[in-house]
């Protein structure tokens, strides 16, 4: 396990005390923050002295569990800011495929209590985990004690918001609806692919950039965009699919 402080991305201590929001938090989207924020306050009542953290895997844990995992909405640079962002302290990135047969039981003992000094947690109303899937948030709530906050779904538009949907609607070409339910816009950050130069042909430069091998692409299609480019921001349009 790494033990990272959002903030600054550099390694760091495990606090003597911590809470500990859990699960995958790709996009940490609109849910994600809201259950971040009751961990604060459970924090701020109850657990003064903690730190507050998370703790979720290098990757997603479909990355291992499906044949056919889907692209991630977030990179691990991405997910640590949006974490910092969201008033967390301790990020806890784990590596999922040595504790993919971890019994719920031992999860919580040894990894959480033992080596992450967990005092509490919090997740989210459908949270699994351990070998199978097994652990839910009933077994983790008696296992550390009743100190545990469980969140119902966080709903727009009368649906739960979830990184599943997110993803939908970024396939389906609904930018704008995702970024809703994301609390910002869908992210590149990717280095610059020199190309044929055919845009000065047609009087205005362009810039090639490639999808991260494991990153979500949205529909094929032209889009407003907005670019930061060595800290100044342009109004831009990006066109996603094959080169014409």
Known sequence: MRILDPRTAQTCEMPRETVLCLGNFDGVHLGHRALIRAAREMRDEKYPHAALGVFCFRGLSSDWLSQNPPGHLTSEEERLERFAEAGAELAVIADFSRLRDTEPQEFVRRILVGDCHCVAAACGFNHRFGRMGAGTPELLRELLDGNVLVCPAVLSGGEPISS????????EGRPDAAAELMGQPYLLEAPVIHGARLGRTLGFPTVNQRFP???????????ATVCRVDGATYAGVTDIGTRP
Do not use: N, S
Not at 213 to 223: C, D, N, S, T
């Open 213 to 223: 091998a494991r990153a979500l692409i949205p529909k094929a299609g032209v889009y």
């Open 164 to 171: 599943t949907r997110i993803r939908r609607l970024l396939t």
